[in-house]
């Protein structure tokens, strides 16, 4: 009777130990890729506003000239403020960005890509909002990232752009706004 109790209490504390929260990789990096623009992208941004308000002007769409205005004074201000550095955690239970904590059942996979020359983990979620985490590598490998997180969540190498993202990319090269 005693052996078939210290069995029970063996398999207790080793199923106990299996529920532990464990921190498999902790790190620091900028909260969203980052690169400083130029006095040409600004002027770009600029004459592309003032083309698109003399037509809405034109058409006596003030409200929109409005929201125009304002979303371009909200991209110039993103694009000239740098982020500051995120504190990233990837644990037994899922991944924490910041102070909010993504548990291993709201993710549904990842895969990498380069953003702004800055590698990023792009983690696909079940909800709607946010449908993707987009976590700034830093100083840490693609290669050491993806050995952690293989074991709790699929991993795909490639991953069709979607159609806003085919036309962004045509803009980007067709029109850049500032120079190479």
Do not use: C
Request: net charge negative.
């Amino acid at each position: 009777m005693e052996s078939a109790d210290q069995a029970q209490h063996e398999t207790h504390e080793g199923t106990q130990h299996d529920f532990d929260v464990r921190t498999l990789l902790s790190w620091s990096a900028p909260g969203r890729p980052f690169t400083k623009k130029g006095r040409q992208f600004y002027l770009s941004v600029f004459l592309l506003l003032l083309l698109f308000e003399v037509i809405l002007f034109l058409f006596s769409q003030y409200e929109l000239m409005m929201v125009l205005v304002a979303l371009t004074f909200l991209s110039l201000v993103l694009s000239s403020v740098p982020p500051h550095n995120f504190h990233y955690k990837i644990t037994t239970e899922g991944i924490k960005v910041e102070d909010y904590f993504y548990i291993w059942s709201e993710l549904y996979d990842f895969y990498f890509k380069r953003i702004d020359n800055m590698e990023a983990l792009i983690v696909r979620t079940e909800s709607l909002l946010p449908r993707e985490l987009k976590i700034s590598l830093g100083d840490i490998t693609r290669e050491h990232v993806r050995k952690i997180l293989v074991r709790y969540l699929p991993y795909r190498e490639y991953v069709h752009p979607t159609f806003m993202e085919k036309s962004a990319d045509w803009l980007a090269h067709n029109f850049p706004l500032e120079k190479t």
